[in-house]
């Protein structure tokens, strides 16, 4: 549980850590909260010799909106966007989903940036921001690009961000007033990843649904948007048959690890009960 | 007397002796992080130990070689086998009779098992060259299943015990078989089988856990080449046993090594052995010369250091149609890993597992226990236990319900039916023990009243009823549990450890000014004996237990003892405690008498001192009579005022309890949230009941963590599983029940103070508190048993099994 030796370097611009980063190519790795980072390093499962520390630039910090767009900064730690009023008010799933991330003395470090640009399947923010249609910006040598969270996940550990490049904002298009939406994750206890989770995302146009969208955690080795179970869902009335169908078309897209969770075919089901609740519970608030 | 003499109730509050909820005084440093443990100890020129482990479960090894990794600069040994070997520690004897590589010795029997050991200057240089030491391994056939051990083409994995047909404890039946253990009678229990009315058979595993202390195994060891001494700091449950076993494991001389047990985080019975971290450390200061301190990390302690449990129990028990049992017949398969290393007093290769009748008159009852080989970490220890009486208390609670089930009986009436009745004691079991005291019929009855047991069934009748017409998805178990222990190792008669008999001890002094020091063989790892020990003198001498320093692990200091664990303390060096105040007391009559200038028998004992019977108002307290002993003691008397005391008791103590958990499923994710526990103890006499109250709510921490998903695991290809926090389960405040806690009191007749064991019996009552309560949720759609742990998806599993998925 000793990690392997190092070199630390802390950049005061987003500049300086991309330069860093260029310099050292492959051998290079952002740090952000180092709550993912530090525990593979002790386990010598990552053994990178530079460690870029973003913790010294300022400009990675803050949540803001802007015409319809909520943006935050990638060294928002989880613990911020719990306390955030303007997510409380226009995203309440962050703060909901959020809470069950892990436990306080991890989010006090976590970062949302970490968390995102990680590519581990376990973590419960890439789901959300999929299911919320976010977008990565990524700023590299030549500036930045951005990525729909929903092309970003490769494989795990594998995502569209080079080596050179550090994903330094996400930005969510604001969901209307009065959405419905839920996280519901099934986990062994405090501090566990999910053996499922999902993120429901509703808007109710009198008793149908105007705009679904669903994502799931850690049942393959990305997020999961569930495309066709969003699209099923959209235009209905929530009636028991096509949720059982959308749920349907959600688990069938799952893949997931047995482990010490479960075997796959619990953890395909239980992606499949989280999603039933999740809708169940965004629905109830998207009436209200 | 004035007013402002103080009364007997104020002179009495005043000692916080026996009784009194007094806070512990260890925790002013260990809440303030000041305790002193192991890893804090840091030594001049001080070196450290680190071990190149095996990726696999079962290879040969071809080819050592560190060549690249002594290279580095800071790393200044890499040990082996090989160099053991030229100390004749390539091997250790285990307490269980058999012997254990130290360092792999040309082969490797489980994943991760110690095959080198670095020595380098810090300990980041010692991983670093972990990674260097080149092993060439040349895989082996794999055996995972205890069940397949003794096939007759299972692989070896013990050449080392080619040939032997005799082991430890009698004849050796395959080359992967340990021993066999009978206990009972075998004819007597087969008629009774034969003429029942009613039988049940059933295979009832625990599977395999770990103590996992807070803290994990450690040591520091320093050999003074100059003097010829050895000392060693290290977390020992047991230090004296530890300085014998290193003196005739090493040959230098016991009285020049010194073992030091300092705070310890933690035991479980995880800390009673030795291992090759402690061997290899001591090896590593003899030959460098420096001080070397070992580490283990939470990966390694977990996935080789002591795994607990792993009995596979076939249970069957004989009973008449009226529920009355009439018979109990059980055979084990015990899986101790590539060696067997348990921790069990040296006659008890299954411990005292035969204490399986429980609570229960069994009139015969017949046992055989076959301990095997596999390519498992070894193990086997008493994790919160003593020497398997959770695997015993598990098997007897599961197959009660299991007959109850089959009469169609209510599991809590079958129990009351075939308790040991109260007027019984001392009873005699049918597998050789003489149960000490007991009143099971009052302990139940309150438990049952007080949770509103008759209610709770009903409600549970209804819920039943509710989810058959489809209105719930949530059923509700409820989980009767009422176990004896047999605790406080032991008599000599049947109780020593390598020969060396299990009493207990302890020394107590009283200074000139009347405070006091005292010293035991015992060692606290959390239980609260700089507390206790100190009520239970403050209440036989009447000096304030506050005035009353505890010292326990020094071996050049503390009086000989056994150590702690099996819940030995207070039925052991409790009493050697009470008995070596008892002869300070008796000379400070002599002191009083003389100083009063009365006869001896003309004084009675008053709390804090001793007075004139008649006339209270001639007293002279403890404080004025320690003065005395040291200013002017009476003539032809010794001065001074201390005593020690050797405590060879004359039984066993048997603590038992009720216990009752309340749980709600959702059948649909199989997560199990406790609604209701509730534990009834009683452990005799109650010197500290606030303490008593934290051990068994820690206790029933550990029984709902292993009950509910503590496990290691290993794969079909010997892989281990979850040996780290991420897997195994440790429940934190959030997952925790709320647990209510009684207790009725039965003052053990043997002990001094009437005192029992309790620091155990949570976790051996409680682990089948919390299974029954799974298993009796789903009787009602048919289910007999399911396998613990019973973590969400194993729920899931069963409930899709019996069909309750739809
Ligand atoms: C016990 C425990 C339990 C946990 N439970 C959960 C849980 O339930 N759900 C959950 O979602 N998470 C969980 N986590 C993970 C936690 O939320 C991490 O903090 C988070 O995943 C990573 O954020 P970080 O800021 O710590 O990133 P780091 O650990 O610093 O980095 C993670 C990875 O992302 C890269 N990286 C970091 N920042 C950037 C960036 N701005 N640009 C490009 N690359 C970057 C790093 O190079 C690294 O590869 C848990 C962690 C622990 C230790």
Known sequence: MIPGEFTYHRPSSVAEAVAILVSHGDEARPLSGGHSLIPMMKLRMAAPEHLVDLGGIADLKGISEDGGTITIRAMTTQHELIGSDLLAEKLPIIKETSLLIADPQIRYVGTLGGNVANGDPGNDMPALMQCLNASYVLTGPDGDREVAARDFYEAAYFTALAPEEILTAVKIPTPPAGHGYAYEKLKRKVGDYATAAAAVLLTMNGGSVASASVALTNVADTPLYAADASNILTGSTLDDATVASAVAAAEAITDPASDGRGPAEYRTKMAGIMMQRALARAADRARS | MNDMTPTREQREAALEGMGCKRKRVEDVRFTQGKG???????????????????????????????????????????????????????????????????????????????????????RYIADDAIQLVDVEYEELPVLVDPFKSMDPDAPVLRPDLDGKTEGAHGPRKHHNHIFNWEVGDKDETAKAFAEADVTINEMISYHRTHPSPLETCQCVASMDKVKGELTVWGTFQAPHVIRTVASLLSTIPEHKIHVIAPDIGGGFGNKVGAYPGYICSIVASIVTGVPVKWVE????????????????????????????????????????????????????????????????????????????????????????????????????????????????????????????????????????????SGDYHTAMQKAMDTIGYRELRAEQKAKQEAFKRGETREIMGIGVSFFTEIVGAGPSKNCDILGVAMFDSAEIRVHPTGSVISRMGTKSQGQG????????????????????????????????????????????????????????????????????????????????????????????????IAWAAYHAPPPNMEPGLEAVSYYDPPNMTYPFGAYFCVMDIDVDTGVATTRRFYALDDCGTRINPMIIEGQVHGGLTEAFAIAMGQEIRYDETGNVLGASFMDFFIPTAVETPHWETDHTVTPSPHHPIGAKGVGESPNVGGVPAFSNAVNDAFQFLGNTHIQMPHDAWRIWQAAKDLGAHG
């Open chain 2, 36 to 122: 002193q443990y192991v890893d804090d100890l840091k030594l001049p020129g001080m070196v450290f130990g680190d071990f190149v482990r095996s990726p696999y479960p079962h290879a040969k090894i071809t080819k050592i070689d560190a060549t690249e990794a002594l290279k580095i600069p800071g790393v200044i040994a890499v040990l082996t086998a090989e160099d053991l070997k030229g100390v004749n520690l390539a091997w250790m004897p285990t307490l269980a009779g058999d012997v254990q590589m130290v360092l792999a010795d040309g082969k490797v029997l489980y994943q991760n098992q110690e095959v080198a050991f670095v020595v380098a200057e810090d």
């Open chain 2, 297 to 436: 990390d939470r990966m390694e302690n977990l996935s080789t250091t002591s795994f607990a449990r792993d009995y596979h129990m076939t249970t069957e028990i004989a009973a008449r149609n009226d529920g009355t049992v009439t018979g109990l017949k059980v055979h084990v398969l015990a899986d101790h890993g590539g060696f067997d290393a348990c921790a069990d007093p040296s006659k008890w290769p299954a411990g005292f597992f035969n204490i399986v009748t429980g609570s229960y008159d069994f009139p015969a009852a017949h046992l055989s226990v076959d301990g095997v080989y596999t390519n498992k970490a070894p193990g086997g220890v008493a994790y919160r236990c003593s020497f398997r009486v959770t695997e015993a208390a598990y098997c007897i609670e599961r197959a009660m319900d299991i007959l109850a089930q089959k009469l169609e009986m209510d599991p809590a009436d079958l129990r009351i039916k075939n308790f040991v009745k109260a007027d019984q004691f001392p009873y005699q079991s049918a597998l050789g023990w003489e149960y000490d």
């Open chain 2, 529 to 624: 004996h700089e507390t206790t020990w100190a009520q239970i003198i403050a209440t036989e001498i009447g000096i304030p237990a506050d005035d009353i320093m505890v010292e326990e692990g020094n071996t050049d200091t503390a009086p000989y003892g056994l150590g702690t664990y099996g819940s030995r303390s207070t039925p052991v060096a409790g009493a050697a405690i009470a008995l070596a105040a008892r002869k300070i007391r008796n000379k400070a009559q002599m002191i009083a008498a003389h100083m009063l200038e009365v006869s001896e028998y003309d004084l009675e004992w008053d709390v804090d001192g001793f007075q004139v019977k008649g006339n209270p108002e001639a007293r002279k307290s403890m404080k004025e």
